[in-house]
């Protein structure tokens, strides 16, 4: 029995069959809450092979952006996702987490005193933290030096979708809600567009790099995570402006420069994948039913912390469907109804 926090229910509403649009990340998560609820679960999905969803390394990190800040609720969700993730492996006897180690290399002086002065704080706490010292490492430099980190985790995503679409019926009879987990597409619906969703372009590589040997995550703002073997994926962009969801040359010359400065090895692209992230400015998930359409419901803005943030989204989601539980205020969509 997972422990989240959440009121015991006082009433349960008849809703006995929810219709999920839209089956990446956010869709799949919801079904397997509902199910666990006792809610019947059909949707229907988009047939696009690149989605944000399968493109996406699925890392959940208690660190992050160039400010080192502490991901915001970063212990509690990290907990919430692992159990989450757990009971899916073993109910569909599949390996979705994996642990790792995090280096990040420090690009400008500035860094390494906000480091110093957030690890004073105890802000990293309880994290097993240890500092680098400019230099050269294993082949790596550190000009203005970094620090190393656990408590990162890679989560397989388009394989979560794969194995939970599987106890998901596409048929629809006459489902009582239906949530949208449209990602970007929200933008285009007259009953959703006006939620903070700023969809963000980002392009990742696959590649082989022989001759390295990595057992942690690199990164100097672009990350470098093993595959397998001589296989590695180097990441991400991040384009606000950038509409088109096809893969561009600048991004694979920028993620092919920073990778560079990182180790000294050939690279060779064996793929470029791009797609556009449901993001909101604030990094918060947008969940709830919409004010003046009962049966309709909202799932959308994992952005870059879908892996992270989207179980307890989903979980929170879920039960205000069946239990009428509130939705946590920050989440809850009601604080964007302006009309």
Same mark, same amino acid.
């Given at each position: 029995?997972?422990?989240?926090?959440?009121?015991?229910?006082?009433?349960?509403?008849?809703?006995?069959?929810?219709?999920?649009?839209?089956?990446?990340?956010?869709?799949?998560?919801?079904?397997?809450?509902?199910?666990?609820?006792?809610?019947?679960?059909?949707?229907?999905?988009?047939?696009?092979?690149?989605?944000?969803? %399968?493109?996406?390394?699925?890392? $959940?990190? &208690?660190?992050? /952006?160039?400010? +080192?800040?502490? !991901?915001?609720? @970063?212990?509690? #969700?990290?907990?919430?996702?692992?159990?989450?993730?757990?009971?899916?492996?073993?109910?569909?006897?599949?390996?979705?987490?994996?642990?790792?180690?995090?280096?990040?290399?420090?690009?400008?002086?500035?860094?390494?005193?906000?480091?110093?002065?957030?690890?004073?704080?105890?802000?990293?706490?309880?994290?097993?933290?240890?500092?680098?010292?400019?230099?050269?490492?294993?082949?790596?430099?550190?000009?203005?030096?970094?620090?190393?980190?656990?408590?990162?985790?890679?989560?397989?995503?388009?394989?979560?979708?794969?194995?939970?679409?599987?106890?998901?019926?596409?048929?629809?009879?006459?489902?009582?809600?239906?949530?949208?987990?449209?990602?970007?597409?929200?933008?285009?619906?007259? %009953?959703?567009?006006?939620?903070? $969703?700023? &969809?963000?372009? /980002?392009?990742? +590589?696959?590649? !082989?790099?022989? @001759?390295?040997? #990595?057992?942690?995550?690199?990164?100097?703002?672009?990350?470098?995570?093993?595959?397998?073997?001589?296989?590695?994926?180097?990441?991400?962009?991040?384009?606000?402006?950038?509409?088109?969801?096809?893969?561009?040359?600048?991004?694979?010359?920028?993620?092919?420069?920073?990778?560079?400065?990182?180790?000294?090895?050939?690279?060779?692209?064996?793929?470029?994948?791009?797609?556009?992230?449901?993001?909101?400015?604030?990094?918060?998930?947008?969940?709830?039913?919409?004010?003046?359409?009962?049966?309709?419901?909202?799932?959308?803005?994992?952005?870059?912390?879908?892996?992270?943030?989207?179980?307890?989204?989903?979980?929170?989601?879920?039960?205000?469907?069946?239990?009428?539980?509130?939705?946590?205020?920050?989440?809850?969509?009601?604080?964007?109804?302006?009309?």
């Amino acid at each position: 029995m997972r422990k989240c926090g959440c009121p015991r229910p006082s009433r349960k509403i008849s809703v006995n069959h929810v219709h999920i649009v839209g089956f990446g990340l956010a869709g799949a998560l919801l079904s397997w809450e509902l199910r666990l609820l006792g809610v019947a679960v059909s949707y229907h999905d988009y047939a696009e092979e690149h989605t944000s969803s %399968r493109v996406a390394a699925g890392m $959940i990190t &208690p660190i992050t /952006g160039r400010r +080192l800040k502490p !991901t915001w609720r @970063g212990a509690e #969700l990290t907990q919430l996702a692992r159990l989450t993730y757990e009971a899916i492996e073993h109910t569909h006897d599949v390996e979705l987490w994996r642990d790792w180690t995090l280096r990040r290399v420090f690009r400008e002086e500035i860094m390494n005193t906000w480091f110093h002065e957030r690890l004073q704080r105890g802000e990293y706490h309880p994290l097993e933290v240890n500092e680098i010292i400019p230099g050269t490492y294993e082949n790596v430099e550190y000009p203005f030096g970094g620090f190393s980190h656990n408590g990162v985790a890679i989560v397989d995503i388009p394989m979560l979708i794969d194995v939970l679409k599987k106890g998901t019926v596409q048929s629809v009879s006459q489902p009582l809600l239906t949530v949208d987990c449209t990602g970007y597409r929200a933008l285009q619906d007259p %009953r959703w567009d006006w939620l903070p $969703i700023e &969809p963000s372009k /980002g392009e990742i +590589l696959d590649v !082989t790099i022989p @001759g390295l040997q #990595l057992d942690h995550v690199l990164t100097n703002g672009t990350w470098i995570l093993p595959v397998r073997g001589e296989h590695f994926r180097i990441g991400a962009t991040h384009n606000w402006d950038d509409q088109d969801p096809r893969p561009t040359g600048e991004a694979r010359v920028k993620l092919l420069e920073d990778a560079r400065r990182l180790v000294p090895h050939e690279i060779y692209v064996d793929e470029q994948k791009a797609a556009l992230r449901p993001s909101t400015r604030f990094k918060r998930p947008l969940v709830g039913i919409h004010p003046l359409e009962p049966t309709r419901a909202v799932f959308n803005g994992l952005g870059t912390k879908g892996a992270l943030q989207g179980p307890w989204a989903a979980q929170q989601l879920a039960r205000h469907i069946v239990y009428g539980e509130l939705l946590d205020p920050d989440i809850d969509i009601k604080r964007w109804w302006k009309q």
